[in-house]
T-cell receptor, first 113, second 112 residues
Framework: DAGITQSPRHKVTETGTPVTLRCHQTENHRYMYWYRQDPGHGLRLIHYSYGVKDTDKGEVSDGYSVSRSKTEDFLLTLESATSSQTSVYFC????????????FGAGSRLTVL | TQLLEQSPQFLSIQEGENLTVYCNSSSVFSSLQWYRQEPGEGPVLLVTVVTGGEVKKLKRLTFQFGDARKDSSLHITAAQTGDTGLYLCAGTNSGGYQKVTFGTGTKLQVIP
């Protein structure tokens, strides 16, 4: 969607290799999120950020780390990818307080062999 | 962990039929959103409800937030093939950072 881009869109990697997914926004929104989507589980929050250098864990954070050095960029890193991390990863942004509305990127499909 | 259970998980109906999707939780939410997701894309917001008992209409779609702000429903009247997709409810709890919890999703297929 306009204002939020994810890269890469598709990646195939091998078990044990590091992987970094990038989320870039041009909306100057404060909040950024990484979700993973798997059949039968819906969208599950991995990590989120509430400002530059301010991040916190979500419900499925094991095996993942994040960094946010600039407002516009939120990186998700798999230090040593495992097959259980094969998934579609979505980045989302939110700028308002109160009723929370998320704008999602188009997703990054990761396959770990 | 707050859970949002959606039912049914799958729904296949004929064009022109009506349907209702439910989103239930034991937790109270300050707001609840409904999203629709099409294959290969991210979810897109349909509506936000904030007040207990609130009803919002978006053309043929009617959204209701439960009085206790623990549940919600989405009713589609005279479904069209363009309504096909994955419907997700999502709740936000107040009091802290904006962590959004998503429901398990309802996959709707409308057959012409």
């Amino acid at each position: 969607d306009a204002g939020i881009t994810q890269s890469p869109r598709h990646k195939v990697t091998e078990t044990g290799t590091p992987v970094t997914l990038r989320c870039h926004q041009t909306e100057n929104h404060r909040y950024m999120y990484w979700y993973r989507q798997d059949p039968g589980h819906g969208l599950r929050l991995i990590h989120y950020s509430y400002g530059v250098k301010d991040t916190d864990k979500g419900e499925v954070s094991d095996g993942y780390s994040v960094s946010r050095s600039k407002t516009e960029d939120f990186l998700l890193t798999l230090e040593s990818a495992t097959s259980s991390q094969t998934s579609v990863y979505f980045c989302a942004i939110s700028g308002s307080s109160g009723a929370n509305v998320l704008t999602f990127g188009a997703g990054s499909r990761l396959t770990v062999l | 962990t707050q859970l949002l259970e959606q039912s049914p998980q799958f729904l296949s109906i004929q064009e022109g039929e009506n349907l209702t999707v439910y989103c239930n939780s034991s937790s109270v939410f300050s707001s609840l959103q409904w999203y629709r997701q099409e294959p290969g894309e991210g979810p897109v917001l349909l509506v936000t409800v904030v007040t207990g008992g609130e009803v919002k209409k978006l053309k043929r779609l009617t959204f209701q937030f439960g009085d206790a702000r623990k549940d919600s429903s989405l009713h589609i009247t005279a479904a069209q093939t363009g309504d096909t997709g994955l419907y997700l409810c999502a709740g936000t709890n107040s009091g802290g950072y904006q962590k959004v919890t998503f429901g398990t999703g309802t996959k709707l297929q409308v057959i012409p």
